[in-house]
């Protein structure tokens, strides 16, 4: 009984050749084979029991033993067709060899693509002769020696000897590799940017390489949190090998270009820091032009994580408006993170500035006290117009929040404030001594800030 096929091309009787042995290989290994539904099949099989021939390209299914295929098939020639004699097949090969010789000798390389148009039929033969060879290492990774089936060693020598690339992935993934290497003698680093106008690939594989890498790592430690091996082989499937993995490290690759951008940042701040004394970086810093921005940011950064670690302990708030700000806070993204605020902090970070200043304003009324033995200060002594000013600014906006309005005078400011005799209303306000305990309180509060 015979069956109609649809008619197929000479790459695809190839492919059925090749599968047709990579079932022999896996039968002999003891691997089970299942088949669904056919496809490229129209009509009856007489039986079950026949040869499955699986493409890995398309994941397909396909019955081949009971192939017959009609008077239309193609009158194309390959080394696979059955029809060809064994001398047929070495000519044909030569001729494929000899062209892929000139191929190299104008390109460079071996690596013909799919779709050469001076030549189509020469991309499925480079094509096949590296799954030919692949089956013959799996073949003999299985201990069958029947390995000439799939490709002799002679032509395996032959194409060696013009540099055949027998995996075209690894010869595309060096490549890149050495365009890496030498980008990073050029630029001193390996942050390629993802739009790289004189290297489109490159930007794009580096890319690539520290995706996969989150993947694998994810997969590693997911399994290692549920404690289960086939963790391992999941994040093996990955095409970065640890082969790969090394080869990049050792080139100095950064697996993380937002944390490598971070601490370069902050290696900025800690030499501003020792030139300057603190950590108040202007916006506008010709040395470090970034440096500014970045502090910036660690400041918002920094206020949407304590919100959102402050939402934790929601039950402790009683104001329904402190609670909404949080929330609109924790909503947002940050990156800061505990190891972050640590060390910023070792550098005497300045996470508010304006309350900084406005502590370096008190202090400096503290000290005005202790020499002057008052708080009485007016804008036309010499040398404390811009504290008097300051002091002006405390008595308006003391005013604005007895009038129930909106200012950044606190509670905890105002105390501080009267601690050292402070006074609200300054009509009529005559030079004297404040009472000993807020002279006390005034020269206390200079201490705690030496």
Not at 130 to 159: H, K, P, V, W
Not at 242 to 271: S, T
Not at 278 to 295: A, E, I, M, N, S
């Amino acid at each position: 009984m015979h069956c109609t096929v649809r008619r197929l091309s000479v790459a695809a009787v190839a492919r059925q050749q090749r599968a047709r042995g990579a079932i022999i290989i896996r039968a002999a290994a003891g691997r089970h084979l299942t088949c669904p539904a056919s496809y490229d099949v129209i009509g009856r099989f007489p039986s079950p029991h026949h040869d499955v021939v699986v493409n890995k390209q398309t994941r397909y299914f396909k019955y081949v033993n009971t192939l017959h295929f009609s008077t239309n098939a193609s009158n194309d020639t390959d080394e696979d067709d059955e029809t060809m004699t064994a001398s047929q097949r070495e000519i044909f090969w030569n001729d494929n060899f000899e062209a892929l010789k000139a191929y190299k000798s104008t390109h460079g390389d071996t690596s013909v693509p799919a779709t050469y148009l001076e030549n189509p039929q020469l991309g499925n033969w480079v094509d096949n002769q590296r799954q030919l060879y692949r089956m013959r290492q799996e073949a003999e990774e299985n201990g069958i020696t029947t390995t000439y089936e799939f490709i002799s060693a002679e032509r395996i020598d032959r194409l060696n000897s013009i540099g055949f690339v027998w995996n075209a992935n690894d010869a595309a993934w060096n490549l890149r590799f050495e365009e890496l290497k030498q980008y990073i003698e050029e630029h001193g680093n390996s942050c390629v940017p993802g739009i790289y106008l004189e290297n489109e690939p490159l930007g794009l594989w580096v890319a690539k390489q520290r995706r996969t890498y989150k993947v694998k790592h994810r997969v590693k430690l997911e399994a290692k949190k549920k404690n289960r091996e086939e963790g391992k082989d999941l994040a093996a499937e990955t095409s970065l090998s640890g082969e790969r993995i090394d080869k990049l490290n050792a080139v100095g690759f950064i697996w993380d270009v937002h944390e490598a951008q971070w601490l370069e940042r902050y290696a900025e701040l800690k030499k501003y820091r020792r030139d300057h004394g603190d950590t108040l970086v202007p916006k506008h810093y010709p040395v470090y032009p970034f440096l500014g921005r970045w502090v910036d940011k660690q400041r918002f950064d920094f206020k949407r994580f304590m919100a959102k670690k402050k939402l934790e302990d929601c039950d402790e708030i009683e104001d329904p408006e402190e609670i909404e700000e949080l929330e609109r806070l924790a909503s947002l993204s940050t990156g800061m993170t505990e190891e972050r605020v640590r060390l910023l902090d070792a550098e005497d970070f300045i996470w508010d500035p304006f309350n900084h200043a406005w502590e370096q304003k008190y202090n400096e009324f503290c000290m005005f006290v202790r020499m002057n033995g008052h708080t009485a200060i007016r804008s036309r002594r010499k040398g404390y117009d811009p504290l008097a000013r300051w002091a002006e600014i405390q008595r308006k906006n003391y005013r604005k929040k007895i009038d129930g309005e909106k200012t950044t005078l606190t509670q905890e400011r105002i105390d501080k404030l009267e601690s050292i005799g402070f006074i609200w209303d300054n009509r009529g306000m005559e030079t004297r001594p404040p009472a000993k305990a807020a002279r006390a309180a005034a020269g206390k509060e200079l201490k705690s800030t030496i």
